[in-house]
C-alpha cells in the first residue's frame, strides 16, 4: 500500500507510579504511513495534541519489517515539540506546581527527543533517547525574573537518564549544570547534580525595592553539588543534600551608609551624638557623609541540608567595619541568622570617649563589637542591630560599677561626705535597674550617661 492515514484518533496512556495514578489523554490523532510493504522501510508521521489545544506534537521516523526473525526494527525516529503551545490548565491538572511556569506564556522551547534504532519483538525494549532543547525560556511568576537561551542536551535509557548539560542566562549571568538521575518502580526519583553560575548581578537577583532604599549590587559566581532523592518537589527539597560556595566583586549598598545607620541607632542615648561627632575627624565625618557602602566578602561556603541553604560564615569588610554572619535560608521562606559588626578603632574610640562604658563591647583589637539579628523572608530580608544583646552587655557593666562603688563605700564609713556619694551611687544603680524594666536600651543606657556625666 502507498498511504494509510488515521485521522482524528484518541487514546489514553496511565501512569501507575504516580500516586493517585494520573491518565493522559493524546488526541487529535493523524496518522500517516506512507509505503507500507512487509520487505521495504515504511515512512510514519504522525501529529497529536497532548496537554494542549493544538496539534503540539510531531513524530516522524521508519518502520523497517523484518519477518524472517519475526521483529520489527524503528529508525531515525524524532518527536518535536513547541513548549509554549502547553496548555496551563490541563498542565496544573497533573502538577499544581509546573500551572504557574506557563500562565501567560511564561514558558517557550523546543523540545526535541530522538532515537536512532529500536528493535522490537526480541524480548524486554530498553529505548536510548537523545533529548535537546533548543531556545527556551521561562519566566519565574513569583520573582518575574525571566531565565532565556536555555539549553539542554540529555539521554535517556529508562530507569536512567544523564543531563549532559543545561544552562541557562538570567540578565548577564550563565548558568551551567549537569547530573544523573534515575527513576525506582515506587516512582521515587534520585540523583546527583553539578552546577556553576558566573557574573550575575546582586540587583538582578535581589527583590525589587522602591528608589532610594537600600539595594545591594555587585557580580556574584557561585558553585554547587549534591544528591536528592523524592516522589515530589516537597520530598526532593527537604531531602536535598549539597555544598558549594560563593564569591562577590564590586560589591556595594547603595543607599545605605552601614557606619551612619548604627550612629543612627544610637541615638537615642541621650547627648551620644553631640559629644561623639566633636570627636571624629573631618575624614572620618566624611565617611558618615558618604550615601553607599562598599564591601569586599570572602568566599563564602555553602551547604544545604534538612530543606536549608546555609552560608556560614560570610565575612565582610570596608574602609570602615568588617561584619561576621552566618545565615540560613530556609526553602519554604524564612530566613534566619546572627551576626557581628566590628567596628575600626577610630570610630569606637569616640564612642568610648563619649560614654565610658562603652568600652565594654570592645574587642581586644579595640573595636567596638555590635551583634546583628537576621529575620525576614527570602523576598524581604531584615537586619538589625541587636539591642537586647547590646543591652545585657552594658548591664554587666552598670552592675560592675554599683557593686564597686558600694565596696569603696564601706571602706570609708567615717566620712560622711563619701558615704552620701556612695548613696547616689546606689541609686544611680537602681534607677538603671527600673529605667532597664521600662525600655531595656534607652532606660540603661540614660542612666550610664548621667553618671558619666556628673563624674566629669
Known sequence: MSKVRLLNGKTLFVDEMANPAHVYLLSNIDLELNNLSPVTPAEVTLRASFLSHTQNLILAGRIRPDLAHQRVILENFKLETDLAELDADAVGAISPDAKTWL????????????????????????????????????????????????????????????LEEVSARLGQGKIKASGKFQVTPAGVISGQFESTAVNFSLAELAPEVAEGEPQV??????????????????????????????????????????IREIMNKLALIPGLREKFSSRLSADYQKRLDARDTYFVVSEIPLQIANGTLSADPISLSSDSLEIFASVQIFFSGPVSGRGMVAIDSEFSEALSRSINELDTLRDTKGRMLFPLVIRGTTARPEITLDFNDIGQRLAVAATQQ??????GGKKKTQAADSGQADSQTV??????????AQDPVAGLLGALISAAEKRS
Open 103 to 162: 500562565a501567560d506564556g511564561a514558558l517557550h522551547g523546543q523540545l526535541s527527543a530522538g532515537m536512532d534504532s529500536l528493535t522490537v519483538g526480541q524480548g524486554e525494549v530498553s529505548p536510548v533517547v537523545r533529548l535537546e532543547l533548543r531556545q527556551g525560556s521561562l519566566r519565574v511568576a513569583e520573582s518575574g525574573k525571566t531565565f532565556s537561551e536555555i539549553t539542554l542536551r540529555g539521554l535517556a535509557a529508562y530507569p536512567k537518564l544523564t
Open 402 to 407: 554599683v557593686l564597686s562603688g558600694l565596696l
Open 427 to 436: 541609686q544611680n544603680g537602681a534607677e538603671t535597674s527600673s529605667s532597664t
Open 217 to 258: 549590587e555587585g557580580q556574584a559566581s557561585f558553585s554547587l553539588e549534591g544528591v536528592f532523592a523524592g516522589k515530589d518537589g516537597a520530598m526532593i527539597a527537604q531531602n536535598l543534600q549539597g555544598n558549594g560556595q560563593i564569591s562577590i566583586k564590586d560589591g556595594v549598598i547603595r543607599n545605605l551608609n552601614v
